[in-house]
């Protein structure tokens, strides 16, 4: 029998208001080959986040430990505040679980996957312009209108990441943006690089 072996990293990037999270949380949901590598990070937890489900929640000092430590596939300051980093090890024990880890990582972490010898497939996900992604950040409510400016300022610099990634969907239709990614991570798993010698375990059972 043929079997396919490779589990894979998927990488979504997005910027800020572009709806990332809400697919994320939705692939969840839909797949159960796939589960959610929970960053580190130096921000304080907001609203109801807890320690351990939406972040680990550390000090610099823990944050500096960790980097020395070689545990970090990538980490980055994002918006000039806070570190996130992503810990191999976690990523590793969660791969022996399931099928595939998905990561939301800003573009800088994402540039940093490049070097590791774990298969992963890049996604980046935008609204269909500028302007509905001002649209959405103001609508959402959250942001002051300084903050809005610069998470806008943040988005432009962002997109010149975009040819760094292997597939753009285009959340303009929620539904549909949910479907373009479960179809990607679908025919990734598909790829021939994905199965170990399928040849043999093809013709296996006629030896
Ligand atoms: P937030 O503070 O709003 O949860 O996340 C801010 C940004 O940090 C988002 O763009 C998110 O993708 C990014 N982020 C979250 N975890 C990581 C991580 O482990 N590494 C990197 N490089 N970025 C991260």
Redesign the pocket.
């Known amino acids: 029998m043929i079997q396919k072996s490779s589990n894979f990293l998927i990488i ?3 910027p ?1 208001g572009g709806g ?1 999270s809400t697919i994320l949380n939705e692939i969840l949901q839909r797949m159960d080959t796939v589960d959610y ?1 929970i ?3 130096t ?1 304080a937890p ?1 609203g109801t986040e807890q320690n351990g489900v ?2 680990h929640f550390v000090n610099e000092r823990q944050f500096e430990e960790r980097i020395a430590s070689g545990d970090f596939l ?3 300051k ?2 000039g505040k ?1 570190w ?3 810990s191999i090890s976690y990523i590793k024990s969660r791969l022996v679980r399931s099928r595939h880890v998905i ?4 573009v ?3 540039s ?1 996957i490049a070097a590791t010898d774990i298969p992963y497939v890049k996604i980046f996900i935008i609204p269909p312009s500028m302007e509905v992604l001002k649209e959405r950040l103001i609508k959402r409510g959250t942001d002051s209108m300084e903050d809005i400016q610069r998470r806008l300022d943040t988005a432009r610099i962002e997109l010149n990441c975009i040819p760094e990634y292997d597939y753009l969907v285009i959340n303009d239709d929620l539904e549909q943006a949910i479907l373009d990614v479960i179809n990607i991570i679908k025919a990734e798993e598909n790829r021939v690089s994905r199965y170990s010698n399928p040849m043999q375990g093809f013709l296996q059972e006629e030896q």
């Open positions: 979504l990037s997005a800020s990332k590598s960053s580190y990070t921000r907001r939406h972040y990538e980490h980055a994002v918006f806070s996130y980093g992503t990561m939301d990582i800003d800088q972490g994402a940093q």
